[in-house]
């Protein structure tokens, strides 16, 4: 009788399996009699293959509930169940016995239980399968296969639906993608929590990519729609999108003309009823009351006295007195103002460099010739920076006189650029012996510095993601400050942290602090958490002046009087500051749903003469500071890039992070790791105060002549996400060169002074500024403005400045310093209504 090969022979159960294989429920019997139940059989059964009743099903691991799998087959001796290749041991099957009524067969069921951590020791290696085995006297059947995946359901949705408003009739579209899970979630829209059914209203329709279609909006589709994604494990809701349904406003016919009044004019009126407004639509466009001047006929004979005559002239003498008196003032003032500062021939470099929209000017043969590098060496105070060719005029057209193309008035004007200290050593050593900037780190590579004045400026670090954005008029007129910009190493600047909080951001300082702004500056820098509010509780600390950490900002909670403000985005926090200093984003996890992003990073050794290869594993934070030191310190070891980093999700669940390398040719590789897995602890991790976390793998080859190396290596939290490398590479050919790739990527300047500083030119800013502050009854100003750049979240803080539109532009400008695209800026302010956005058309020889 067959055997199950493998572990049964191996685990000395042959005599069990051979009296299993002759023990059936109805024959089991002593001496003779074993022949006779034999022999009572059909004469068919020696001649039948086993065929299965019921084969294992496709199943899924729910949290920690175990799965059984079900095989029954006849007639068969014996069945046993094989996962992943390896036979299950024959004491984790439940076996049960009967014979078929009809045929005398004998039938047997075999069921067994999968845990889920069985099905995570293979994590990224393959899916976790099984098939049972079942033996006649004639030969031997397998199964289907059956798939046992671990369920799950991501909380954040890959796309949200979006608000809109709307009009009357109009076909509405609300996009949704669920959340990734296993099984696939199935989607149900709900309007106001109730659940939106397409076969009662067919109004309504769901595509098959869970798309929500309203077909002809009505005023009771008005309402807050959420997108629902469930399946086995979870159910998920979408952030809710407010669709406004509104209705604009239409004339009534005019009513009758007016009698002739006494000033010879008549009059007639309609309203905007025919319907009216509702719900935000727009009102009647144009006059609700209209008049003309009567016919000779119709209008009643007056008289003008000689003191009527007397009034009209002493009106025109006034009249002539008050604009002499306006010239004088105008001349004086011109001859003693001088411009925004002092001399410069004309004011063109401060609006150069833009066409009117709609016509692309052709582009100069020597188009390297419009842009003028900074001289960051001379001495001289005059201007310095990015300039627009005054005396090529190739390709110009005239620009329209319009509010923001003004002719700018005669007269010299000078614009101050920074002068930058060719000495970095020099100004960090100088600033240390400060009382204050004693604890200034002297790592002139992480620091950057510059003089600016009013005009502004920008300082970077680079390949770190921080920077500050100095706006025009941040500083007073008439002031000069020097201002830095450095990263704080974490091992030298301690930020203490209580219970679960965990450091999301750099530490970094701009200073001296103590400077008087006239306006906020932007300081930005990465953050390393999933960016949901919902899962945080993210404060900005910022340092006092005796060294103690304190609270400024809870997120989300932001009031626009404090002197702090910030716009948080998926992978970087933009902090308005009226107050230069030290700040740090520490967090907090209000459950475990909430997720620090780790960017997993693996290098070797790039030149390996012995028979030990060594693959280190960094886990750390991923922001791009962390990621450059690490870098750097790899270069100084003489290490090398293997593969793309990975980022990971690492939750709040107090479960390890764990790490194992799989699937080497053993013929040539062996791992001299004597466990299946390292483990790096959750606190170690959580806390962000160790930047260089990694595990190291100690590989062994058979031959120094073995260079290939395949492999796949897996990092996961326990019960949580993990990713996964697969390797296969050459261990004797440095093929990713670290300089080239990464630590190059950021070839700015570190500080920029003046309009070189900016995408959009001084005094074109001012006019845009002028145009969009003042409200406009249709909105078509900064309020528009900010809804086109998707910045409405910030309305209350926008409107408590002087200038609403100058801080959405400064925060244009951080945001889209090395990727702005200004043209797009060009056509926001199309759609606002603004003819003056032709302006922003930039030729290509100019860019």
């Known amino acids: 009788m067959p055997l199950p090969p493998g572990p049964f022979v191996r685990c000395g159960f042959n005599a069990a399996l051979l009296l299993l294989g002759l023990v059936f429920a109805g024959f089991t019997s002593t001496g003779g009699s074993e022949h006779a139940a034999t022999a009572a059989l059909p004469a068919a059964f020696s001649d039948l293959l086993p065929h299965f009743l019921v084969e294992p099903e496709d199943e899924f691991i729910v949290k920690n509930k175990p799965v059984t799998l079900t095989c029954r087959s006849t007639p068969a001796t014996q069945i046993y169940f094989k996962c992943n290749g390896e036979w299950v041991h024959q004491d984790d099957h439940l076996i049960e016995r009967s014979v078929d009524p009809a045929t005398a067969l004998p039938v047997m069921q075999v069921t067994i239980e999968i845990t889920r951590q069985q099905v995570e020791k293979i994590f990224g290696l393959d899916e976790y399968w099984c098939q049972c085995v079942a033996w006649s006297t004639t030969g031997t059947q397998k199964s289907q296969k059956a798939y046992i995946r671990i369920a799950y359901l991501r909380k954040n949705f890959e796309e949200e639906p979006q608000g809109k408003e709307v009009a009357l009739d109009q076909e509405v579209v609300l996009r949704c993608h669920p959340p990734e899970g296993v099984p696939q979630a199935e989607v149900e829209w709900q309007r106001n929590e109730d659940v939106l059914d397409p076969v009662s209203d067919p109004n309504f329709s769901i595509t098959p990519d869970h798309n929500l279609v309203i077909k002809k909006a009505r005023l009771l589709d008005t309402g807050n729609y959420t997108c629902v994604a469930k399946n086995i494990v979870a159910r998920r809701k979408s952030n809710s999108a407010t669709v406004i349904v509104y209705v604009d406003g239409g004339w009534s016919e005019w009513s009758k003309w007016s009698a002739c009044a006494a000033d010879c004019s008549m009059w007639r009126s309609r309203e905007c009823s025919q319907p009216s407004p509702g719900t935000g639509g727009k009102e009647c466009q144009g006059l609700d009351l209209q008049s003309i001047n009567c016919t000779s006929e119709q209008c009643p004979q007056t008289v003008s006295g000689a003191e009527d005559v007397a009034l009209y002239v002493g009106m025109v003498a006034v009249a002539l007195c008050l604009t002499l008196l306006l010239i004088v003032v105008v001349l004086v003032y011109r001859r003693k103002k001088e411009g925004l500062d002092a001399d410069v021939a004309d004011s063109s470099i401060l609006t150069t460099g833009f066409q009117p929209m709609g016509i692309k000017p052709s582009k100069p043969e020597n188009s390297h010739l419009l842009t003028i590098q900074p001289d960051l060496t001379t001495t001289t105070t005059s201007y310095q920076g990015t300039l627009r060719s005054r005396h090529d005029t190739t390709g110009k057209f005239s620009m329209t006189n319009g509010p923001l193309l003004d002719p700018l008035p005669n007269g010299s004007h000078t614009l101050h650029n920074g002068k930058l200290n060719t000495d970095p050593a020099e100004f960090v050593s100088r600033l240390s012996t400060q009382t204050y900037f004693k604890t200034l780190p002297r790592d002139v590579a992480n620091t950057s510095y510059g003089t600016f004045n009013f005009l502004g400026g920008r300082l970077t670090i680079p390949n770190t993601g921080i920077s500050l954005l100095i706006p025009p008029e941040a500083i007073p007129r008439g002031k000069i400050y020097e201002i830095y910009l450095t990263v704080q190493r974490k091992e030298d600047l301690r930020l203490p942290l209580a219970g679960c909080q965990t450091l999301l951001s750099p530490i970094v300082s701009c200073g001296p602090p103590g400077v008087v702004l006239s306006r906020p500056v932007i300081l930005s820098m990465d953050h390393c958490f999933d960016a949901c509010l919902d899962n945080w509780a993210v404060r900005l600390k910022k340092q006092n002046y005796e060294g103690a950490w304190e609270d400024v900002l809870l997120m989300g909670e932001e009031l626009v009087s404090e002197p702090y403000y910030c716009q948080l985005e998926a992978e970087t926090c933009r902090l308005f500051t009226e107050q230069l200093g030290t700040f740090a984003l520490v967090g907090e996890s209000l459950h475990m749903g909430a997720a620090k992003r780790l960017r997993l990073v693996l290098f070797s050794d790039a030149y390996c003469s012995t028979l030990e290869y060594n693959i280190r594993v960094y886990c ?40 194992s390398i799989h699937d080497m040719p053993q013929a040539h590789w062996r791992s001299k ?10 606190y170690h991790i959580w806390n962000g105060s160790q930047r260089y976390l990694h595990c190291t793998f100690t590989l062994e080859r058979l031959s120094l002549h073995t260079c290939e190396l395949t492999c796949q290596l897996c990092v996961w939290q326990v019960e949580g996400e993990g990713q996964s490398f697969a390797l296969d590479f050459n261990i004797a050919k440095d093929t990713r060169a670290l300089d080239s790739e990464f630590l190059l990527m950021d070839s700015n300047a570190m500080a920029l002074a003046g309009p070189s500083a900016f995408q959009i030119p001084y005094l074109i800013r001012q ?7 003042a409200p406009c009854p249709n909105g078509a100003d900064w309020r528009m403005l900010a809804q086109r750049l998707k910045l409405e979240r910030h309305m209350s803080f926008f409107a408590s400045k002087a200038s609403p539109t100058s801080v959405i532009l400064d925060l244009w400008e951080a945001q889209h310093f090395h990727s702005g695209n200004i043209n797009q800026l060009a056509t926001v302010m199309a759609d606002i209504g603004k003819q003056e956005a032709m302006i922003f058309l930039v030729s290509d020889g100019e860019c």
């Not at 790899?634 to 709040?652: A, M, S, T, V, Y």
Request: charged share 30%; hydrophobic share 40%; proline share 4%.
């Open 620 to 659: 750390m934070d991923d922001t791009q500071d962390v990621f450059k030191e690490v870098m750097q310190m790899e270069r100084q070891l003489g290490g090398r890039l293997i593969d793309d980093p990975h980022i990971l999700l690492f939750k709040d669940s107090y479960h390890n992070l764990r790490l």
């Open 673 to 682: 790791l004597l466990a299946g897995y390292q483990e790096i602890p959750f």
């Open 767 to 773: 006019k845009i500024c002028s145009s969009l502050d």
